[in-house]
């Protein structure tokens, strides 16, 4: 079955970098295109990262210049770096294999947590 587990998200001041981890099912992570997610109280979850199977990369304009995805698809693992961290950085953060139809498929991890303090 799809089994996806985030770590690395903590506690941080504003300015701050983390990098976090999601280590993803092998038989299908070399397969798909790959993202991160976020979701904050009261909103909806969103796109942040995601990179292609031939390591292309897109970013939403909120974090463009700040965070980098990356992937190492040896050990089905894909990484969100993030740099500059702003209070509205704060939320959970998920990630998930992205469908040929830019979905995310319907297997969510327990996400790790991103807090950034002022």
């Known amino acids: 079955q799809v089994q996806l587990v985030e770590t690395g998200g903590g506690l941080v001041q504003a300015g701050g970098s983390l990098r976090l981890s999601c280590a993803a099912s092998g038989s299908i992570f070399r397969l798909n295109a790959m993202g991160w997610y976020r979701q904050a109280p009261g909103k909806q979850r969103e796109l942040v990262a995601s990179i292609t199977l031939g390591g292309s990369t897109n970013y939403a304009d909120s974090v463009k210049g700040r965070f980098t995805i990356s992937r190492d698809n040896a050990k089905n693992t894909l990484y969100l770096q993030i740099d500059t961290l702003k209070p509205e950085d704060t939320a959970v953060y998920y990630c998930?294999?992205?469908?040929?139809?830019?979905?995310?498929?319907?297997?969510w991890g327990q996400g790790t947590q991103v807090t950034v303090s002022s």
């Open positions: 998930n294999y992205i469908s040929v139809t830019g979905r995310a498929s319907g297997y």
